[in-house]
C-alpha cells in the first residue's frame, strides 16, 4: 500500500492526464478518468483518500461542471479541493467554476513549475484544515471519553456498600438517554435539546448519591424493610440534594441543578403518592421522571440480595401494569417505543457500544462546527466502513456490493463486477443500461422497499430474484443490510450486501452434507449416519423383517504392511464398490472405521438366501495381488428385536466368534442363551459366546 498522497486527473484527453501524471507522479499516486462520470465514480469508491482533484471543463458524458455540481450536492467539494485545468479563458467558465467550489486555475499549455507549486500549496492548505477539524475532533472526543469514565467511577464509589450490580449507575445513564431521545421524537412539550438530554444523561450518575449516609445493614438488607427501615432508606433522596446544594460553588452550573432535581424528585410519583415531597404529575421534572423510570427498570432486571432478576418483558409488563408505582402517560408510551433498543444497548459488548455512541455524540458536537464539516463527514465515513468491513468478513466470495443513496452509486467487488458484466463503480445504476439489464425493475423496486422499511435495530432483509448473469438467468438469494444515519431519527442512507447463486448454494450445502453424512475414502455412509437411517426405517416400516451384518476383510493389515497404505485404501474403494453392488436399492451400506463394513437389509422369507447371495458376491477374487476375504456376523431382528444397538450388539457377537475360529464365513447370532448355535456354510455348530466382541465394540466406541 502507497504512503504517496492521492491525486485524481479527469480529463477527456489522454495527452492531457500523461503530461499531468509525468509531472506528479513521483510525490503522489495518480488516478485517472477520462470522463465526469468515471470521475464521480472514482471520488464515490475512494471517498476521502483523494487529496486533490484536477478537473477539466469539457468533457463527454458529464463535464467538469457537471462533477463540480455534484460534488457541492454530496457535499465532497468541502472534503476534496479541486483545481479547474482548462485551455477555456472565458470569464465566464472560470467564474462559474469558483462559485462552484474550484480552488484555483490552471491553464493549458502546462507549465511544469507552476503546476507542481499550485497542486503541493492546495494540499497543504487543506491537510492544515483537515489537522484542526481532527485536533477538535479529538477534543471533543476527550471530552466524551472523560465522562464517560468518570460515570464509572462513580459508579463504583456509590455502589462499593451497596449490594447492587456496579453497572447500575452505567444502565440508568444508558436507559435515560435513550428515553429522553424518544421522548424528543414523540413531542416538543419539554423542549429538550442535545445538551439538555447530555446533562440530564449525565447527572442521572448522581441519583443514588444519598445512599451514602445510609447505614449498611439497612442497605443490604435481604429482606422486606420494617416501617422504620424504610423511612430512613428514604432519606437518601433529600441527603443526596442537600449534598448538592451545600456545594461551595457550582450552583449556577446546569449539570449540578439537573443532578439536585434527579436527586430529590427521582422517587416521586405521577400519582401524588411518592417522596419526599408528594410532587404529582408535571410537577415533577422531566428528568426526574425520565431517571425514576429507568432505575425502576433496571432495579427489576438485576439481580439484588433481596430477589432475583426479571426478565426484560417481564419488568415491562409489570411497569406498564401499575406494579411499580405510577409514570407520566408518555414516559410510559416511549418504553414500548424503544423496548427493543434497550434490549440491544444493554446487550452484548458495552464497551464496543459504549464507543459508538460516542463516536455518535462526536458527530453531533461537530455538527454545531459548520467550518468543520469535513471533519463529521469523515467521522460518518469512518463509522460506515467499520460497519461495511465487520458485515462483509461474515461472508464468502459472492456478488458482494454497497449502494448509497445520496448519491445514487453502486460499488461492486472486484469478483462480482467480472461476474455479471459491470464496472466496479456506477453512478446512478437505475439510469444504467446494463445494470438494468441484470434484474428486473420490479424485484430491483420490491428490494428498496424492502430496505426502506427496515429499522436500525432491524437492518437485514432476504429477497430472492433472478439475475440475468452472462446471458442466463439464474435464481439469486440477496441478503443486504440497510445503513442507517446517526442523525435523530435515523435517516436511511443505502445498504450493502451480497447476491448469491441459490442453485450454486444449494450445491455447497449437498457437499457439506456429503461430508458430514458419508465416510471421505470409500463414499459410504458413516457409522453415525448409517445409524440415524436404520433407525428411521426401523421406526417408519415396523413390520419388516430386517437383519443387520457387519464385516470384516481378513488379513487387510497384510496389505499395508506389503504394498502400503495408498494400496490399502485403493483395497478399501475396491470392497466399497463391491459392497455397493451386493445390496438392493433400500438396503443400507456404510463403513464402520478401519477395515470394517456395515450392511443393514430387509429380506422377504428367507433370510439365508439374501446372506449368502451377498456375502458370495463380496467375497473372493483378488484386487491386483491382494485376495479378497471377509468374515461377517449376522443378527436378525426375528432373534434380537428391532432396536438397532442390540442388533450392532450381536452381530459384532456373531462376527467375533467367526474371527475366532477360523476366519473366511459368516455365521448367524442366536438368541438362546446369549450363544451362537447354528453355522452356515462349511462351518461347524460352535457352542457359547463370551460376549467379546460386544466389550470389544463399546471400548473402541468410548
Known amino acids: ?192 435539546s442535545e445538551a439538555d438530554i447530555s446533562i440530564i444523561s449525565t447527572a442521572s450518575a448522581l441519583h443514588d448519591i444519598g445512599k451514602i449516609a445510609i447505614p449498611e445493614e439497612i442497605l443490604n438488607k435481604p429482606g422486606r424493610f420494617t416501617p422504620e427501615e424504610f423511612e430512613i432508606m428514604k432519606t437518601h433522596s433529600m441527603v443526596g440534594a442537600e449534598m448538592l446544594k451545600d456545594l461551595p460553588a457550582y450552583q449556577e452550573e446546569p449539570l449540578v441543578r439537573a443532578a439536585y432535581e434527579i436527586c430529590r424528585w427521582h ?40 430477589k432475583p432478576a426479571f426478565t426484560h418483558e417481564q419488568a415491562v409488563d409489570m411497569i406498564l401494569n401499575g406494579k411499580c408505582g405510577t409514570f407520566n402517560p408518555m414516559v410510559m408510551d416511549c418504553l414500548r417505543d424503544c423496548a427493543d433498543q434497550i434490549v440491544e444497548e444493554l446487550s452484548g459488548d458495552s464497551l464496543q457500544r459504549r464507543s459508538q455512541r460516542e463516536m455518535q455524540n462526536v458527530a453531533r458536537e461537530l455538527h454545531k462546527h459548520k467550518e468543520l464539516t469535513a471533519s463529521e463527514r469523515t467521522l460518518e465515513l ?76 432491524n437492518p437485514v432483509v432476504q429477497y430472492d430474484c433472478k439475475l440475468n448473469v ?3 438467468e439464474r ?20 445498504c450493502i450486501g451480497k447476491a448469491m447463486d441459490i442453485h450454486s448454494s444449494r450445491l455447497h450445502l449437498e457437499q457439506l452434507e456429503q461430508q458430514a453424512s458419508h465416510d471421505g475414502l470409500t463414499g459410504l455412509l458413516n457409522q453415525a449416519y448409517a445409524k440415524k437411517r436404520v433407525r428411521q426405517r426401523l421406526e417408519d416400516r415396523p413390520g419388516g423383517r430386517y437383519a443387520l451384518a457387519i464385516l470384516d476383510l481378513d488379513n487387510f493389515k497384510q496389505a499395508n504392511d506389503t504394498y502400503g497404505h495408498m494400496f490399502g485404501d485403493q483395497v478399501l474403494k475396491f470392497v466399497a464398490d463391491r459392497l455397493r453392488h451386493s445390496i438392493r436399492g433400500g438396503d443400507i451400506a456404510a463403513r464402520v472405521g478401519g477395515d470394517e463394513f456395515l450392511i443393514f437389509l430387509e429380506y422377504k422369507t428367507d433370510l439365508e438366501s439374501t446372506i449368502k447371495g451377498v456375502y458370495e458376491r463380496l467375497s473372493g477374487g483378488c484386487y491386483e495381488k491382494f485376495p479378497i476375504s471377509a468374515s461377517m456376523g449376522v443378527a436378525s431382528a426375528e432373534a434380537v428385536g428391532t432396536d438397532y444397538d442390540a442388533l450392532f450388539r450381536c452381530a459384532d457377537q456373531a462376527l467375533y466368534m467367526v474371527k475366532k475360529h477360523g476366519k473366511g464365513h459368516y455365521r448367524y447370532y442366536h438368541e438362546e442363551n446369549d450363544q451362537m448355535d447354528r453355522a452356515i456354510s462349511a462351518v461347524s455348530p460352535i457352542d457359547g459366546a463370551d460376549g467379546a466382541g460386544a466389550a470389544r465394540r463399546e471400548e473402541a466406541d468410548t
Not at 149 to 174: A, C, P, Q
Not at 475 to 494: K, M
Request: aromatic share 8%; proline share 4%; net charge negative.
Open 1 to 192: 500500500m502507497t504512503d504517496k498522497q492521492r491525486i485524481l486527473i479527469v480529463d477527456d484527453s489522454e495527452m492531457n492526464r500523461s503530461i499531468l501524471a509525468g509531472m506528479l507522479e513521483e510525490e503522489y499516486d495518480i488516478l485517472e478518468a477520462e470522463n465526469g462520470s468515471e470521475g464521480m465514480a472514482m471520488l464515490q469508491k475512494h471517498g476521502t483518500g483523494i487529496s486533490l482533484v484536477l478537473l477539466d471543463i469539457v468533457m463527454p458524458v458529464m463535464d467538469g461542471f457537471g462533477v463540480l455540481n455534484a460534488m457541492n450536492k454530496y457535499h465532497w467539494i468541502e472534503d476534496i479541493p479541486v483545481i479547474m485545468i482548462s485551455a477555456e479563458r472565458g470569464s465566464g467558465h472560470i467564474e462559474r467554476a469558483f462559485e462552484l467550489g474550484v480552488i484555483d486555475f490552471i491553464s493549458r499549455p502546462f507549465d511544469s513549475r507552476i503546476v507542481h507549486r499550485r497542486v503541493v500549496n492546495t494540499i497543504l492548505l487543506y491537510a492544515k484544515q483537515k489537522k484542526l477539524a481532527g485536533m477538535v475532533a479529538e477534543q471533543i472526543f476527550e471530552k466524551e471519553h472523560n465522562s464517560s469514565l468518570m460515570i464509572d467511577i462513580l459508579s463504583h464509589i456509590v455502589e462499593f456498600r451497596n449490594g447492587e450490580s456496579g453497572l447500575h449507575v452505567r444502565h440508568v445513564h444508558t436507559l435515560t438517554e435513550i428515553m429522553l431521545r424518544t421522548l424528543t421524537q414523540k413531542t416538543d412539550r419539554y423542549r429538550l
Open 267 to 306: 422517587h416521586e410519583r405521577w400519582d401524588g403518592r411518592g417522596y419526599p415531597d408528594g410532587l404529582r404529575e408535571d410537577e415533577i421534572p422531566i428528568s426526574a421522571q425520565i431517571v425514576a423510570l429507568a432505575d425502576v427498570y433496571d432495579a427489576l432486571t438485576s439481580e439484588r440480595v433481596y
Open 382 to 457: 469512518l463509522e460506515h466502513e467499520r460497519m461495511k468491513y465487520s458485515f462483509f468478513a461474515s461472508l464468502t466470495e459472492e456478488i458482494q456490493f454497497e449502494y448509497t443513496l445520496n448519491p445514487p452509486s453502486l460499488l461492486l467487488s472486484t469478483w462480482g463486477a467480472e461476474k455479471l458484466g459491470l464496472p466496479e463503480a456506477l453512478m446512478d445504476p437505475y439510469q444504467d443500461e446494463l445494470a438494468n439489464a441484470i434484474i428486473l425493475v420490479r424485484d430491483r423496486d420490491n428490494l428498496a422497499d424492502a430496505l426502506h422499511s427496515t429499522t436500525p435495530g
Open 470 to 472: 452472462g446471458g442466463e
Open 475 to 494: 435464481w439469486h438469494r440477496i441478503i443486504a443490510r440497510a445503513s442507517w444515519s446517526s442523525e435523530e431519527p435515523p435517516r436511511y442512507c443505502g
